[in-house]
Nanobody
């Protein structure tokens, strides 16, 4: 089993910054990709940023140049540095981890952390 615990959400003014953290515990050796998703009220959950392998990253167009995802393998933690925040970044942010193949495939979600950006 893999467990994810997010932290770092909160209220920030537009233009400000926040850093989200997601700590993985349990059977983390199977994890080869982690990411951050978000879901705003009335909208579908969407990918914000992902990191796989030794550091291949991808970002939603809406956050490119403002958000940075990184991973600390030793601490089994993934971070999302969010700069130049906008009101439209307001959402619940969820951490995702997945890996393994076949019967060993695992995909886990955190409970989410709320980010509110005031304009």
């Amino acid at each position: 089993q893999v467990q994810l615990v997010e932290s770092g959400g909160g209220l920030v003014q537009a233009g400000g910054s926040l850093r989200l953290s997601c700590a993985a515990s349990g059977s983390t050796s199977r994890i080869n990709a982690m990411g951050w998703y978000r879901q705003a009220p009335g909208k579908q959950r969407e990918l914000v940023a992902g990191i796989a392998g030794v550091g291949k990253t991808n970002y939603a167009d809406s956050v490119k140049g403002r958000f940075t995802i990184s991973r600390d393998f030793a601490q089994n933690t993934v971070y999302l540095q969010m700069n130049s925040l906008k009101a439209e970044d307001t959402a619940v942010y969820y951490c995702n981890a997945r890996g393994g193949v076949g019967d060993g495939y695992v995909e886990v979600w955190g409970r989410g952390t709320l980010v509110t950006v005031s304009s």
